[in-house]
T-cell receptor
Framework: DSGVTQTPKHLITATGQRVTLRCSPR?????VYWYQQSLDQGLQFLIQ???????AKGNILERFSAQQFPDLHSELNLSSLELGDSALYFC??????????????FGEGSRLTVL | GENVEQHPSTLSVQEGDSAVIKCTYS??????FPWYKQELGKRPQLIID?????GEKKDQRIAVTLNKTAKHFSLHITETQPEDSAVYFC????????????????FGKGTHLIIQP
């Protein structure tokens, strides 16, 4: 158990719809990262939040957005869904205050299927 | 930004033999290089890591080597076992310029390691 919690574990929806994925980081971690993993693909970095503020952006589509709340949990919003958005979405956390090691701790992922 | 190349994409070895996976990175400022193992449908899990002030690190059957001059690092698994079958990802740490806390990992595309009985 990494200490990172993601919900929901599975989600099936239709094209054009909007979904929200939720992540609770490890206790004490200030950073939350979102990664997308499509079938047989690597881990594509989407976005990073640190202590409530956006810090870095990767290959995140304009249809996607995220935020980190004061309690440090994060949500990834995916809108106008397309078939190609079907993937496993991972949240990871790191950077406990005063202990910046670089290691990321991954949640179990949210598997999104767009029909 | 950081770019990480990983080879091979698929590696099949006989049980008991050794496996080697290689990665190169582009940012000379990178200082942390972890390896993650991902079983089918599961989350990536850290198996070993190395920092830039070290050339080699070993943990039982797993070892990682780092050549900072050439900007490449490798994962070595000896005496492979069926449970080693998985996808392995290398990664390199990046630190951003946008302010405090911009920090993360860029991953290679992964190596599917198959252990043949």
């Amino acid at each position: 158990d990494s200490g990172v919690t993601q919900t929901p574990k599975h989600l099936i929806t239709a094209t054009g719809q909007r979904v929200t994925l939720r992540c609770s980081p490890r206790s004490g971690d200030l950073s939350v990262y979102w990664y997308q993993q499509s079938l047989d693909q690597g881990l594509q970095f989407l976005i990073q939040y640190y202590n409530g503020e956006e810090r870095a952006k990767g290959n995140i589509l304009e249809r996607f957005s995220a935020q980190q709340f004061p309690d440090l949990h994060s949500e990834l919003n995916l809108s106008s869904l397309e078939l190609g958005d079907s993937a496993l979405y991972f949240c990871a956390s790191s950077q406990r205050a005063g202990a910046v090691t670089g290691e990321l701790f991954f949640g179990e992922g949210s598997r999104l299927t767009v029909l | 930004g950081e770019n990480v190349e990983q080879h091979p994409s698929t590696l099949s070895v006989q049980e008991g033999d050794s496996a080697v996976i290689k990665c190169t990175y582009s940012d000379s400022a990178s200082n942390y290089f972890p390896w993650y193992k991902q079983e089918l449908g599961k989350r990536p899990q850290l198996i070993i890591d190395i920092r830039s002030n070290v050339g080699e690190k070993k943990d039982q059957r797993i070892a990682v080597t780092l050549n900072k001059t050439a900007k490449h690092f490798s994962l070595h698994i000896t005496e492979t076992q069926p449970e080693d079958s998985a996808v392995y990802f290398c990664a390199a740490r990046w630190v951003g310029f946008s302010g405090g806390g911009a920090d993360g990992l860029t991953f290679g595309k992964g190596t599917h390691l198959i252990i043949q009985p």
